[in-house]
């Protein structure tokens, strides 16, 4: 008969799962875990001073960043200022995505999953039931309707603009069923899908703009892995059995932002020298991985200005996330 696990060891496993549980949550003692509502600082209140000013539209490209804006600074200084200013960019968002004749593609909707991230630090001071709605509505067509599929399955950055979307969608929600499901495309078909043997994305590099795109899947798919990584079920280390994974990607883009010389693929024809500033996915590869250098690079990095007309709207649309510390910090109700 086989040997029944003892109490102690079922005691080691019970205080080695805590361990590693609570190591996750300590305050950042390393260089790589060095605050981020510290070194963003400065940036979220110049953010927050503009969307103060800001007048509210239905434009989904402004109304996101300007509610992320609001929300981060909400975070920073508890001033229920901000908070209260979300209000009317919130209310803006218009009838549900599934009634339009013609509903936007997932990269259109796409600001709605740093849009959704906001919202969840915003529960305690705003009502949020009109968004909650909106959000609730956008989860249903975005896994029921034909376009949406679509995207999802294809093998480049849409999929990943799924995946971000549906995971902070998902989150925001608390749809367990959902999130568990994004947990298991990232591994598979995802990473398959878009990481060759050496950490990089072939199908982001065969298009036009190769390095444009390259940085857009980081930071789609970082931001994803941050969402959903948790300690139960971890993503930051995962690999196919050949090998790639996360921390290729990281590893190798590191020092192509570091010197965009370096890029290995053609140059983009448009923007080239304009594209890096601060990549999130670098932020989040340098706590996950403890990489200190990674966090100095990203702090070195210009940020990205505020506003949808800060930008060409090409470059616009490839920062998906514009401000980390919603990402990096844990909202309220554990959301």
Same mark, same amino acid.
């Given at each position: 008969m086989p040997a029944q696990p003892s109490t102690l060891t079922r005691r080691r496993f019970?205080?080695?799962?805590?361990? #590693?549980?609570?190591?996750?949550?300590?305050?950042?003692?390393?260089?790589?875990?060095?605050?981020?509502?510290?070194? +963003?600082?400065?940036?979220?209140?110049?953010?927050?001073?503009? @969307?103060?000013?800001?007048?509210?539209?239905?434009?989904?490209?402004?109304?996101?960043?300007?509610?992320?804006?609001?929300?981060?600074?909400?975070?920073?200084?508890?001033?229920?200022?901000?908070?209260?200013?979300?209000?009317? *960019?919130?209310? @803006?968002?218009?009838?549900p995505i599934a009634s339009l004749a013609q509903p936007p593609t997932v990269l259109e909707l796409l600001p709605a999953a740093e849009l959704a991230r906001a919202s969840s630090?915003?529960?305690d001071a705003l009502d949020l039931t009109a968004a909650?709605? /909106?959000?609730?509505?956008?989860?249903? /067509?975005?896994?029921?309707? *034909?376009?949406?599929? $679509? @995207?999802?399955?294809?093998?480049? *950055?849409? #999929?990943?603009? /799924?995946?971000?979307?549906?995971?902070?969608?998902?989150?925001?929600?608390?749809? +367990?069923?959902?999130?568990?499901?994004c947990r298991a495309r990232f591994r598979k078909p995802t990473l398959r899908n878009q990481i060759d043997e050496l950490g990089h994305f072939p199908q982001e590099m065969a298009t036009p703009t190769p390095f444009r795109n390259t940085l857009f899947n980081f930071d789609l798919l970082f931001g994803a892995c941050q969402l959903l990584d948790s300690p139960f079920d971890p993503l930051w280390d995962y690999e196919l059995p050949d090998g790639p994974g996360p921390r290729a990607v990281a590893a190798w883009l590191y020092p192509v932002l570091k010197d965009p010389r370096t890029w290995p693929g053609v140059a983009d024809p448009e923007h080239f020298r304009d594209v890096p500033l601060?990549?999130?996915?670098l932020l989040f590869a340098g706590r996950a991985y403890s990489r200190p250098e990674y966090v100095e690079l990203f702090t070195s990095l210009p940020t990205v200005p505020y506003g949808p007309s800060a930008l060409p709207p #090409?470059?616009? #649309?490839?920062?998906? $996330?514009?401000?980390?510390?919603l990402w990096t910090s844990r909202a309220a109700h554990g959301l």
């Open positions: 019970t205080l080695t799962a805590a361990a #590693a549980l609570a190591a996750t949550r300590l305050p950042a003692q390393q260089p790589a875990r060095t605050s981020v509502a510290a070194m +963003e600082r400065d940036a979220i209140l110049a953010a927050a001073t503009l @969307a103060l000013a800001a007048k509210p539209t239905q434009d989904l490209a402004a109304i996101s960043p300007a509610v992320a804006a609001l929300a981060a600074a909400f975070v920073l200084t508890k001033d229920e200022m901000y908070a209260r200013a979300a209000q009317p *960019h919130l209310a @803006a968002l218009g009838p630090f915003l529960v909650n709605v /909106w959000f609730a509505g956008l989860s249903t /067509w975005l896994t029921t309707a *034909h376009e949406p599929v $679509i @995207a999802r399955d294809t093998k480049d *950055h849409r #999929a990943s603009a /799924w995946l971000l979307l549906a995971a902070a969608l998902s989150r925001s929600q608390r749809n +367990e069923v959902l999130l568990d499901q601060r990549r999130p996915a #090409a470059l616009a #649309a490839t920062f998906p $996330i514009r401000q980390p510390l």
